[in-house]
T-cell receptor, first 118, second 110 residues
């Protein structure tokens, strides 16, 4: 079974330029996450989708970041305009969650997009 | 104070050695605990869940101390392939948000 797919794997842009990342979750997974990981740090949640609904975007810097998951499958994360401090790895993860389930369901991560802003 | 804190290491150990490290968490409402493994420039992958009674998975043993709010991971008979960063992860009951520590780097040398 294919894992979480992300593209591009690497992106180098100049500051103030826009950039977009794409994620295809594991087939059947209803929950999708975007994380940001800085060097030497753990991943930090940016946004979580349950199907097509963004249920937690409290950590998403909405002045420059936006995300969508229109059909409840693939998702894109956009930054416009990018700043030097946005250089990081952007990880997408997916899981199969049930509102009735109280147990944690494993999140599967994609390989990430490594963004460098010059 | 960060929600999850770990000793960043690195822990440099010879093959066959035992290495152990802890992480502490600040939110007493945390209910689920995990260790994730992240290889250099790769994505995190679930290594094991941590249960209240402690649990083993092969050479890996995880312990939870709720009173002191810390989790430990012990690796026995270290292999070169165990070299990685180990991320301590917690979440609260009914909350799918995971809080990651910054990771503990382990390097196993031949």
């Amino acid at each position: 079974e294919a894992g979480v797919v992300q593209s591009p794997r690497y992106k180098i842009i100049e500051k103030k330029q826009p950039v977009a990342f794409w994620c295809n979750p594991i087939s059947g997974h209803n929950t999708l996450y975007w994380y940001l990981q800085n060097l030497g740090q753990g991943p930090e949640l940016l946004i979580r989708y349950e199907n097509e609904e963004a249920v937690d975007d409290s950590q998403l810097p909405k002045d420059r970041f936006s995300a969508e998951r229109l059909k409840g499958v693939d998702s894109t994360l956009k930054i416009q305009p990018a700043e030097l401090g946005d250089s990081a790895v952007y990880l997408c993860a997916s899981s199969l969650e049930s509102p009735e389930a109280r147990a944690y369901n494993e999140q599967f991560f994609g390989p990430g997009t490594r963004l460098t802003v010059l | 104070r960060k929600e999850v804190e770990q000793d960043p290491g690195p822990f440099n150990v010879p093959e066959g050695a035992t290495v152990a490290f802890n992480c502490t968490y600040s939110n007493s409402a945390s209910q689920s605990f995990f260790w994730y493994r992240q290889d250099c420039r790769k994505e995190p992958k679930l290594l094991m869940s941590v249960y209240s009674s402690g649990n083993e998975d092969g050479r890996f043993t995880a312990q939870l101390n709720r009173a002191s709010q810390y989790i430990s991971l012990l690796i026995r008979d270290s292999k070169l392939s165990d070299s990685a960063t180990y991320l301590c992860v917690v979440n609260k009951e009914d909350d799918y948000k995971l809080s990651f520590g910054a990771g503990t780097t382990v390097t196993v040398r031949a």
